[in-house]
């Protein structure tokens, strides 16, 4: 049988059947402690976080003298262990490389793990990318839009000064354009801020060139 332990030595998943185990409550749910079954190669996987054979007579209880036990501890991306995989098997079937071979797919289970934990992290950081972007192109718009406000209100103030007489002409204009350049990066600095949208579309390479 091939188990699947938690890191509190409790069986969560089993592909394979062994009635005579089943029999003495070694099944799925089961949480083997030492004070339960003895020594097992779960139990000492599990404390010396290490890959653990245990043959035959090395067990305690009579109903496992049968078997031999293959335990491989499962880690996270920490170097944490968070699961550990174990082989049941008769002990004529067993060797050392077994162990071995449960060692490289335990790496591949851990590999897979901390990809799964990258990708969490890709996700969660976009995602907060995308909400200070937000807040990013929120603000531009708002100061944006106050700028203009009193750009128009000044560059009213200014024509009317103009028709009063009060400020000449020249004066005038030449404040006037200064309101258009700043309204101008105002245009720029929107444009930098907002999302870029991309306009797809197919065409022919030869064209293009």
Known sequence: VVDIYTKDSIIINRVGNAPELDAYCYSVGSIITEGEF???????????????????????????????CLCVPIHDTYGAIIAALNIAVPKEHANENMLGLMMVATRGIENEIMLLDEKTELSTTNEALTEFNAGVIKMASMLSHEIRNSLSTISAYVQLL??????????????????????????????????????????????LL
Do not use: M
Request: net charge negative.
């Open 38 to 68: 003895g020594n097992t190669a779960i139990n000492t996987c599990l404390e010396l976080d290490t890959p653990t054979i245990l043959l035959g007579d090395e067990h305690f209880l009579d109903v496992f003298k049968r078997w031999a």
């Open 162 to 207: 103009q028709l009063q007489g009060v400020l000449d002409n020249i004066k005038g204009d030449k404040i006037i354009g200064e309101i258009g350049k700043i309204n101008r990066l105002l245009n720029n600095f929107r444009s930098l801020a907002e999302p870029l949208k991309l306009n797809l579309y197919r065409c022919l390479l030869d064209d």
